[in-house]
T-cell receptor
């Protein structure tokens, strides 16, 4: 148990659906991250939020829309996805600039796009 | 931010043997971290080594850092089947905000 909770753990959606992934941390951290992990590829950094402001958007298609309403919650809204978006989506948090950079990861949300 | 490159990509050993995996990076770092990922799960932080340290131990883990060669190694001694996982390094670049990026990792299989 790392203190970072992701829901749902598994999601199957059609290409025309709209769904959201949720991440919650109760570690008092200031930074939250979304990563995408596809088979045979490096872990891809998607978005970074620091103190609820987006500080990094790594050329992610607009069909992925992040939202950080407060420092404890992070969402990834999904819309009109493609089959190649099927992957494990990992959320992480860290203390931010005051820490060493250690990340605390959730267990991931396994997304399958049909 | 910069990405670490792990080597080898895959490693298969017998229980009781030692496992060594390597990480290379390109620019100056503040620290370097190693993470472990069990199949289909999130990454778990294992150990952090600072740029002014050369070696660090934690249980059966030994990490070395050679800043002149821009490389690090992770040694797992007396491996167990439960050590089967993927291992990732994450170098932290000097200056600015730290945004961790990862490579493909080393996939370790320990046969009982």
């Amino acid at each position: 148990e790392t203190g970072v909770t992701q829901t749902p753990r598994h999601l199957v959606m059609g290409m025309t659906n709209k769904k959201s992934l949720k991440c919650e941390q109760h570690l008092g951290h200031n930074a939250m991250y979304w990563y995408k992990q596809s088979a045979k590829k490096p872990l891809e950094l998607m978005f970074v939020y620091s103190l609820e402001e987006r500080v990094e958007n790594n050329s992610v298609p607009s069909r992925f829309s992040p939202e950080c309403p407060n420092s404890s919650h992070l969402f990834l809204h999904l819309h009109t996805l493609q089959p190649e978006d099927s992957a494990l989506y990992l959320c992480a948090s860290s203390p931010g600039s005051s820490g060493t950079g250690e990340l605390f990861f959730g267990e991931g949300s396994r997304l399958t796009v049909l | 931010s910069q990405q670490g490159e792990e080597d080898p990509q895959a490693l298969s050993i017998q229980e009781g043997e030692n496992a060594t995996m390597n990480c290379s990076y390109k620019t100056s770092i503040n620290n370097l971290q190693w993470y472990r990922q069990n199949s289909g799960r999130g990454l778990v932080h294992l150990i952090l080594i600072r740029s002014n340290e050369r070696e660090k131990h934690s249980g059966r883990l030994r990490v070395t850092l050679d800043t002149s060669k821009k490389s690090s190694s992770l040694l797992i001694t007396a491996s167990r089947a439960a050590d089967t996982a993927s291992y990732f390094c994450a170098p932290s670049t000097s200056g600015g905000s730290y945004i961790p990026t990862f490579g493909r990792g080393t996939s370790l299989i320990v046969h009982p």
